[in-house]
Nanobody, 117 residues
Framework: QVQLVESGGGLVQPEGSLRVSCAAS????????MNWVRQAPGKGLEWVSA????????YYADSVKGRFSISRDNSKNTLYLQMNSLKPEDTALYYC??????????WGKGTLVTVSS
């Protein structure tokens, strides 16, 4: 069974930085594009970023462009999201999500990022 386990969330002050990670297992990680999707308290899901299977093509939502950076280490089956210049509105549960080719098919349980002074 595909497993995606996020880690690295926590409390950070505005304008601070944080890196969240996603450990993938039980599938061939380097054959799939991956995504980060977030959900702020009381709000709907928001797609944040995506990276292709090779790690050389990335995409970002306008709300995070220039502040967040997605990357992957296929040798470690791990996805990352480096978040800089964090704002209170970045507070959310961050999910690691696999792109199965026909849509987002497997989701982790999420890691909570709270931006507050």
């Amino acid at each position: 069974q595909v497993q995606l386990v996020e880690s690295g969330g926590g409390l950070v002050q505005p304008e601070g930085s944080l890196r969240v990670s996603c450990a993938a297992s039980e599938f061939t990680f380097n054959r799939y594009s991956m995504n980060w999707v977030r959900q702020a308290p009381g709000k709907g899901l928001e797609w944040v970023s995506a990276i292709n299977f090779g790690g050389d093509v990335t995409y970002y939502a306008d709300s995070v462009k220039g502040r967040f950076s997605i990357s992957r280490d296929n040798s470690k089956n791990t996805l990352y999201l480096q978040m800089n210049s964090l704002k209170p509105e970045d507070t959310a549960l961050y999910y690691c999500v696999r792109d199965g080719g026909y849509g987002l098919d497997y989701w982790g349980k999420g890691t909570l990022v709270t931006v507050s002074s």
